[in-house]
């Protein structure tokens, strides 16, 4: 199984005051570096989904897109775009914010999808479901796209027309989401 890691670093970062999330240095590296540095091991191909600091975000070495418009219309948004520039049949989104992702995130997703024939499967822990954390099949890019063309912008609502598979993960700290300068 071949899969295209998106890492999403498209949003406006209100909460954290407007800045570029994934360009916050997290323990002396950007947060965007702290997930690509998890994630590349784990994937045949990495995209950045950015809608500002597109330069910067070129730097490391991937390809990086932006969202089809520039309304900020939220990770599905991200999950378009990163699908559109997809070279693989699965899609794996993951966010810029939550640089302690698991290391055995793609084998878990996959492994689940393989098993239950299913085209979603989404991370979930202790805390509830993590619906940024997906992988999905690359079949569903018109539907994600006709959801977004609905108004809609809702990751676990788009995900529940695909009746996803959820892949219960243990340890909590790995989808820490870094919305706040003191927790850097």
Same mark, same amino acid.
């Given at each position: 199984?071949q899969i295209?890691a998106?890492?999403?670093a498209?949003?406006? /970062?209100m909460?954290?005051? /407007?800045?570029?999330?994934g360009?916050?240095d997290?323990?002396g590296? +950007?947060?965007v570096a702290q997930?690509?540095?998890?994630i590349?091991p784990q994937v045949?191909?990495?995209?950045i989904? !950015?809608?500002r600091?597109?330069?910067t975000?070129?730097q490391?070495g991937?390809?990086? $897109? !932006?969202? +089809?418009t520039d309304?900020?219309d939220?990770?599905? +948004? /991200?999950f378009? =775009?990163?699908?559109a520039?997809?070279?693989?049949?699965?899609i794996l989104?993951?966010?810029?914010?939550s640089?302690?992702?698991?290391?055995?995130?793609?084998?878990r997703l996959?492994?689940?999808?393989? $098993?239950?024939?299913t085209?979603? =499967?989404?991370?979930?822990?202790?805390s509830?479901?993590h619906?940024?954390f997906?992988?999905?099949?690359?079949?569903?890019? =018109?539907?994600?796209? +006709?959801?977004?063309?609905? /108004?809609q912008?809702?990751?676990?609502?788009?995900? !529940?027309?695909?009746?996803?598979v959820?892949?219960?993960?243990e340890?909590e700290?790995a989808?820490t989401n870094?919305?706040? =300068?003191?927790?850097?």
């Open positions: 199984m295209t998106v890492i999403l498209g949003g406006r /970062g909460r954290m005051g /407007g800045i570029d999330k360009l916050v997290y323990q590296k +950007a947060m997930v690509l540095q998890r590349r045949d191909q990495v995209i989904n !950015a809608n600091n597109l330069a975000y070129q490391y991937v390809t990086v $897109v !932006a969202d +089809a309304q900020f939220g990770p599905l +948004a /991200g378009q =775009a990163g699908a520039h997809a070279a693989t049949d699965w989104t993951v966010p810029c914010d640089p302690l992702l698991p290391l055995d995130l793609v084998a996959s492994q689940a999808v393989q $098993v239950t024939n085209l979603v =499967a989404v991370a979930r822990s202790v509830g479901e619906p940024v997906c992988l999905f099949h690359h079949s569903l890019k =018109a539907d994600l796209t +006709a959801f977004l063309s609905e /108004g912008r809702r990751v676990s609502g788009w995900q !529940a027309r695909h009746s996803p959820f892949v219960t993960f340890d700290q989808f870094i919305n706040h =300068a003191q927790q850097c």
